[in-house]
């Protein structure tokens, strides 16, 4: 757990717990002679991974953003990526119980960023939150509800569907202020309708960059996951985040880093993107 402020607002880094990726899945075609200088695998090419949410308190509101993979895996998956199931404890420890969050966004619904969105008690699926308002875009839980060949793995209509039925999670066309502050932009790339988080006071900005660039060691532009389905959209989406970013110091917050949940993304001497450390 790791705390500072975003101007007005006190932004907490809150973690899941670390599940396991396979090394080529999670670089896409990066040889890994090359990515294994940064992330080492282990002797089944899996890499470890960070569920990093963050909680941002803005002194009229609690929201967090993203919700890990939760406890409610099937067991064939659970055996594949691990279920650390983390998240509420160490919301505890950052003094932040269910009851507290009263805004819930999702950048997008795959299974490793909405888990703890719903628990299951005995025959029936819950909100984990249940004060919270919940936020995704709508074109993203069409996508999910379509179950593609291609990624029907990565959606569980429990971590959404029985919220979007109680009328608890809200559906968004695009960029939307959601209060003020904190607002959501799509880039897409990794999905269609995927988006990130604009956290805004006091002159300062952080950004919930999400799958986009889910650890500092994806900082390159061509360094694409092998999960995104709009590869070259990525890199559009990535050039249009730098563009900004840099120039204007955000505050860069990682959802899959490991040990790195945030950074400033900066220009090294040979035009490289690098993470320079908060």
């Not at 992330?39 to 509101?61: C, I, Q």
């Not at 919930?208 to 995104?228: E, G, K």
Request: glycine share 8%.
């Amino acid at each position: 757990m790791r705390r500072l402020t975003v101007g007005n607002f006190e932004l907490t880094a809150v973690s899941d717990g670390q599940y396991r990726l396979d090394g080529g899945a999670f670089f896409g075609v990066v040889p890994k002679v090359m990515w294994e200088r940064k992330v080492k695998a282990d002797p089944e090419n899996y890499v470890p991974v960070g569920l990093n949410s963050a909680v941002v308190r803005t002194g009229d509101h609690t929201v967090l953003i993203e919700t890990g993979i939760g406890n409610k895996l099937p067991e064939r998956m659970a055996k594949i990526y691990g279920q650390p199931a983390k998240l509420i404890a160490n919301l505890a420890a950052a003094g932040v119980s269910p009851e507290d969050v009263d805004i819930v966004i999702n950048t997008h619904l795959h299974f490793d960023h909405c888990g703890w969105n719903t628990v299951r008690q005995g025959d029936k699926i819950t909100p984990t939150f249940p004060r919270a308002k919940y936020y995704v875009q709508e074109g993203e839980w069409e996508h999910g509800r379509r179950q593609h060949e291609r990624d029907a793995i990565s959606y569980i209509s429990d971590n959404y569907d029985p919220l979007i039925t109680s009328g608890q999670m809200t559906l968004l066309k695009g960029d939307q202020e959601i209060v003020h502050g904190i607002s959501v932009k799509v880039f897409p790339g990794h999905t269609r309708h995927m988006q990130a988080v604009m956290i805004e006071s006091g002159g300062q900005t952080a950004c919930y960059i999400s799958d986009l660039i889910p650890t500092s060691a994806h900082l390159d532009l061509t360094w694409v996951m092998a999960f995104d389905l709009f590869p070259l959209q990525t890199i559009d989406s990535r050039k249009q985040f730098y563009a900004r970013a840099t120039p204007e110091k955000w505050l860069t917050i990682f959802t899959h880093d490991p040990d790195t949940p945030w950074a400033h993304v900066e220009k090294d001497e040979r035009g490289r993107m690098v993470a320079k450390p908060v």
